[in-house]
């Protein structure tokens, strides 16, 4: 049986060369299934799947790519410059602190320090407290004793959440002032009817509490932030599968208030109708997308730079021809999306192989750009080359 917290243990060599790249590979990952253990976040002889990420990326003109720390099956981010490092949430129990204790850009440890989430994907952080939105819950821990190595006794701040493991990967952020904390809840399943939270953006007091809904209609959102001059939330939303090749397109949506409906599930994504529900009559008052990317392209994290928006692409996994596998720049024009250009690029290459799936970005506390890989177990590290 194959360890669920080490995806790489047990495959069978290929060859000599490839089994001890794999054997590094399993050890070093291996090592971070250990609640508490302390490894290099950064080594001369990485993982072969990071490495040859590391060679093929090509960054935006203006930026270097670095590593930022190899992190096994990185997700989101959360950013704490008080602590010197960020917290790397996963999709399932594991969750890191990557230290940069001299602040060079450069993790010099990764902590592995809670393991025993549902999916430790929703994770957000203001100053001396971390949340994480759990499948089922939503918890929040004291950081003022925080040694980077450990989280104390979680603080239960709501315990209803729909307990379900399709699209039960949360995605968090705090408001502006940081008094209420946004969580992205997925619908269970492709395209069905939901109740209660389900296919919602939620929010609620950091202090605990029922939630209420403040964003309906939504897929399966996994990227949500605020716009820094207007604090208008912006969302990225994944369209209905297995309905084409190009439909429906993803969707970055705009929430210009409280209580907007996204369509979903009478529509798939866009504008496309879900032949499920193609007989019913949707609600009258639909918001659609500000900005839509192509079919499949699953569209996740997100973060404002320089007045525009920078969006990963995870990736199509039931598409002909596959696409995405890159982070763009989303071009503003008078406050509206118009155009996408490459950011961070390479993720797939010509021959179809896929060397990395990029999931989060995030600003690091110098100002350049991290952006977590689930793929490669990165996170990339983008530097301005001009001040």
């Given at each position: 049986?194959?360890?669920?917290?080490?995806?790489?243990?047990?495959?069978?060599?290929?060859?000599?060369?490839?089994?001890?790249?794999?054997?590094?590979?399993?050890?070093?990952?291996?090592?971070?299934?250990?609640?508490?253990?302390?490894?290099?976040?950064?080594?001369?002889?990485?993982?072969?799947?990071?490495?040859?990420?590391?060679?093929?990326?090509?960054?935006?003109?203006?930026?270097?790519?670095?590593?930022?720390?190899?992190?096994?099956?990185?997700?989101?981010?959360?950013?704490?410059?008080?602590?010197?490092?960020?917290?790397?949430?996963?999709?399932?129990?594991?969750?890191?602190?990557?230290?940069?204790?001299?602040?060079?850009?450069?993790?010099?440890?990764?902590?592995?320090?809670?393991?025993?989430?549902?999916?430790?994907?929703?994770?957000?952080?203001?100053?001396?407290?971390?949340?994480?939105?759990?499948?089922?819950?939503?918890?929040?821990?004291?950081?003022?004793?925080?040694?980077?190595?450990?989280?104390?006794?979680?603080?239960?701040?709501?315990?209803?959440?729909?307990?379900?493991?399709?699209?039960?990967?949360?995605?968090?952020?705090?408001?502006?002032?940081?008094?209420?904390?946004?969580?992205?809840?997925?619908?269970?399943?492709?395209?069905?009817?939901?109740?209660?939270?389900?296919?919602?953006?939620?929010?609620?007091?950091?202090?605990g509490g029922a939630p209420k809904i403040y964003a309906s209609g939504i897929r399966n959102s996994v990227g949500l932030t605020f716009h820094?001059?207007?604090?208008?939330?912006?969302?990225?939303?994944?369209?209905?599968?297995?309905?084409?090749?190009?439909?429906?397109?993803?969707?970055?949506?705009?929430?210009?208030?409280?209580?907007?409906?996204?369509?979903?599930?009478?529509?798939?994504?866009?504008?496309?109708?879900?032949?499920?529900?193609?007989?019913?009559?949707?609600?009258?008052?639909?918001?659609?997308?500000?900005?839509?990317?192509?079919?499949?392209?699953?569209?996740?994290?997100?973060?404002?730079?320089?007045?525009?928006?920078?969006?990963?692409?995870?990736?199509?996994?039931?598409?002909?021809?596959?696409?995405?596998?890159?982070?763009?720049?989303?071009?503003?024009?008078?406050?509206?999306?118009?155009?996408?250009?490459?950011?961070?690029?390479?993720?797939?290459?010509?021959?179809?192989?896929?060397?990395?799936?990029?999931?989060?970005?995030?600003?690091?506390?110098?100002?350049?750009?991290?952006?977590?890989?689930?793929?490669?177990?990165?996170?990339?590290?983008?530097?301005?080359?001009?001040?």
């Amino acid at each position: 049986m194959q360890n669920q917290n080490c995806p790489a243990c047990y495959r069978q060599p290929s060859s000599t060369v490839r089994w001890a790249g794999r054997l590094f590979f399993m050890l070093g990952f291996c090592a971070l299934s250990i609640l508490g253990a302390v490894v290099p976040a950064l080594a001369d002889n990485l993982p072969l799947q990071t490495a040859k990420a590391m060679s093929l990326l090509r960054p935006e003109s203006g930026y270097r790519l670095e590593l930022f720390a190899a992190v096994n099956n990185a997700r989101s981010i959360a950013v704490a410059p008080e602590l010197k490092g960020i917290f790397v949430g996963t999709r399932g129990p594991n969750l890191y602190f990557v230290r940069d204790a001299d602040g060079d850009g450069k993790g010099e440890e990764v902590n592995l320090i809670a393991d025993d989430f549902k999916m430790a994907n929703g994770i957000a952080y203001k100053p001396g407290t971390l949340f994480v939105a759990d499948q089922h819950r939503v918890v929040s821990y004291d950081l003022s004793d925080f040694d980077w190595t450990a989280l104390g006794r979680a603080r239960i701040l709501f315990t209803n959440l729909p307990d379900k493991r399709h699209h039960g990967w949360r995605y968090a952020a705090l408001s502006p002032d940081q008094s209420r904390l946004f969580i992205a809840v997925g619908a269970p399943c492709n395209i069905c009817k939901v109740g209660g939270l389900e296919g919602t953006i939620i929010s609620m007091p950091i202090s605990g509490g029922a939630p209420k809904i403040y964003a309906s209609g939504i897929r399966n959102s996994v990227g949500l932030t605020f716009h820094p001059d207007t604090g208008d939330l912006w969302f990225t939303d994944n369209g209905g599968d297995n309905l084409g090749d190009d439909v429906p397109r993803e969707e970055l949506n705009h929430a210009t208030a409280e209580g907007l409906f996204y369509g979903y599930p009478w529509y798939a994504g866009n504008d496309t109708r879900s032949p499920q529900f193609a007989g019913e009559t949707p609600p009258a008052e639909v918001t659609f997308p500000a900005f839509t990317f192509n079919a499949h392209n699953a569209a996740l994290g997100l973060t404002f730079d320089d007045g525009d928006a920078l969006v990963a692409l995870h990736g199509s996994w039931n598409r002909t021809i596959p696409d995405g596998y890159k982070v763009v720049r989303v071009e503003f024009r008078n406050g509206e999306p118009v155009a996408t250009n490459p950011f961070l690029d390479g993720f797939l290459r010509s021959n179809g192989e896929v060397v990395g799936r990029p999931v989060d970005v995030k600003h690091y506390i110098d100002g350049s750009i991290l952006v977590s890989d689930d793929h490669a177990s990165a996170v990339w590290r983008l530097v301005p080359t001009k001040k």
